[in-house]
């Protein structure tokens, strides 16, 4: 038992950077719907990013910076077929 613990621990040893570079930050990763049909609820997102940011204007969790990396859904509202526009309009017309 003894044995299988340090040889878990041996790499934080013969690598010390690895095990640091844990310490430095801490990583979240967040996916909002910026833009598109949804992107009222942006407004979550954009308070998620100010309240990292403070966390990290105050010193971060334990002295450890947190990367916020936030990124958009990117949906995109399907456009309007020229066939189906068409059949519309015919139907549509009196």
């Given at each position: 038992?003894?044995?299988r613990?340090?040889?878990?621990s041996?790499p ?8 640091r570079?844990a310490?430095?930050e801490?990583?979240?990763?967040n996916i909002m ?7 009222s ?8 990013t100010?309240?990292?940011k403070?966390?990290?204007?105050r ?11 936030t990124?958009?859904?990117?949906i995109?509202r ?15 017309s009196p």
């Amino acid at each position: 038992m003894l044995r299988r613990s340090l040889l878990a621990s041996a790499p934080a040893f013969l690598f010390p950077s690895i095990a640091r570079a844990a310490d430095d930050e801490i990583k979240i990763g967040n996916i909002m719907p910026y833009s598109g049909p949804a992107s009222s609820l942006s407004e979550v997102g954009k308070a998620e990013t100010a309240y990292m940011k403070m966390l990290n204007d105050r010193g971060g969790i334990n002295k450890r910076r947190i990367n916020f990396i936030t990124s958009t859904t990117a949906i995109v509202r399907p456009r309007r077929s020229s066939t189906h526009g068409g059949w519309l309009s015919r139907t549509t017309s009196p």
